[in-house]
């Protein structure tokens, strides 16, 4: 098995050097639309990634979709500069620390239980995992931050172990998930680590992972599904100065070279980058895309998808 926490702190030596090597903002503007779509995705917004730039970043209304998925977009975006702002001011987090990003989460949803405990069951729809008891919650909550605050070991581990506590005592009504993505990222942010992005086409590994840990069997498919997240968004940053780690498979391209490595015309690149098929990694400092080396996969299953299924731009946004 890959020794992924000698990855992680071999990566995390390197990680303020590649941060000084690129445009700071870029990425943070990426990172805030990335982790905004896969986190609600894999709640069941369907909002595309482009779809939640222009309602975080432009504040515009997108045809078809819920006002809830409208106002879950907004909210992830906020409660992730929240996030980031207690990174950089407390050093112990509290309670009410989490009570907070709770709170932010369900803002203009559901008020009435926005940054409130549950006060009755709750269960995990498609999952025979029990739940503890409302009564319970708050103390299994204080034990958790307490067991957070004097943990000792890799920064990796002890948010991923975060989370899986914190989705297992399930404390609200709803929102438990984001909370908890959200709350592991705290944590890395913290450590001086970059966030873990669990992506919308791991949702099944992901919730599956989960649930094997909570029903009594190993936790090494959840582990190794958060280590890959964090390696990840490591390797993003590595793709943004043009250089990769050793476990990487490439660089960061212009649309140019994507367009080469494909067989696929720029225009067409360009037009699915629009329509939402195409992450990007960033841009140049004259504002040219900037795209990640996994888009060379996604453009061959997109091509497959389409020589296979028959499926439209919106069938195919669907499935990323």
Not at 137 to 151: C, G, H, I, R, Y
Not at 295 to 315: F, G, H, S, W
């Amino acid at each position: 098995m890959k020794d992924w926490l000698a990855v992680l702190d071999q990566k995390k030596s390197q990680y303020r050097r590649l941060r000084s090597g690129v445009q700071e903002k870029n990425i943070d503007d990426w990172l805030k639309i990335e982790l905004t779509y896969t986190s609600n995705a894999i709640e069941g917004n369907t909002l595309s990634r482009q779809e939640t730039a222009l309602v975080v970043e432009k504040g515009l209304t997108v045809e078809g979709k819920t006002l809830k998925e409208h106002q879950e977009a907004i909210n992830h975006a906020e409660a992730w500069e929240l996030v980031k702002r207690m990174a950089k001011t407390i050093k112990k987090i509290t309670v009410n620390d989490i009570l907070g990003i709770h709170q932010q989460i369900l803002n203009k949803i559901d008020d009435q239980n926005a940054g409130r405990f549950r006060s009755g069951s709750v269960r995990i729809a498609g999952s025979t995992v029990v739940l503890p008891n409302a009564l319970k919650v708050p103390d299994l909550v204080d034990e958790l931050v307490k067991w957070l605050n004097s943990a000792i070991g890799n920064p990796g581990t002890i948010a991923a172990k975060v989370h899986y506590r914190l989705v297992s005592i399930h404390p609200f009504v709803d929102g438990n998930g984001r909370t908890a993505r959200l709350l592991m990222n705290l944590i890395l942010l913290q450590a001086g680590y970059p966030p873990a992005i669990i992506m919308k086409e791991e949702r099944l590994k992901y919730l599956n992972s989960l649930e094997k840990a909570q029903l009594g069997g190993s936790s090494n498919d959840y582990f190794n599904l958060i280590y890959t997240a964090i390696d990840r968004t490591f390797d993003l940053y590595s793709e943004a100065v043009g250089k990769r780690t050793k476990s990487s498979p490439g660089k960061v391209l212009k649309i140019g070279e994507l367009s080469k490595l494909t067989g696929e015309s720029v225009a067409t690149v360009r037009f699915w980058t629009k329509s939402g098929l195409l992450p990007l990694a960033g841009h140049t400092p004259g504002g040219y895309q900037l795209y990640p080396f996994q888009a060379v996969d996604r453009i061959k299953l997109i091509r497959k998808l389409q020589a296979e299924k028959r499926l439209t731009i919106a069938e195919l946004k669907r499935q990323f």
